[in-house]
């Protein structure tokens, strides 16, 4: 069983800093992707920032400038540092890994279970 879990979310003033981390655990072979989505109420999930093995990463527009993802292969975890909070960035935020679980699989999608981040004075 593989469990991804979050954590850093919180309540920060606008201008604020918060660095959310991600932990993958369980059967995992390899993992390809990992990365932050959000979803703020009444809105679709979007992609916040990801990063592949490759190191290769992707930002949402919004966002570019401002955050950081980061990812350390050895502890299975990804990071998001958030700086310059914004109220528009209040969302619950979603780790997602795709992984395989042995070496056969194809990746997976698997997700956390989100942690609540807010920007509000």
């Known amino acids: 069983q593989v469990q991804l879990v979050e954590s850093g979310g919180g309540l920060v003033q606008p201008g604020g800093s918060l660095r959310l981390s991600c932990a993958a655990s369980?059967?995992?072979?390899?993992?390809?992707?990992m990365g932050w989505y959000r979803q703020a109420p009444g809105k679709q999930r979007e992609l916040v920032a990801d990063?592949?093995?490759?190191?290769?990463?992707r930002y949402a527009d919004s966002v570019k400038g401002r955050f950081a993802i980061s990812r350390d292969n050895a502890e299975r975890t990804v990071y998001l540092q958030m700086d310059s909070l914004k109220p528009e960035d209040t969302a619950v935020y979603y780790c997602?890994?795709?992984?395989?679980?042995?070496?056969?699989?194809?990746?997976?999608?698997?997700w956390g279970q989100g942690t609540q981040v807010t920007v509000s004075s």
């Open positions: 990063i592949a093995s490759s190191g290769r990463i």
């Open positions: 369980g059967r995992i072979f390899s993992i390809s992707t």
């Open positions: 997602n890994g795709a992984l395989k679980t042995t070496s056969w699989a194809y990746d997976n999608n698997y």
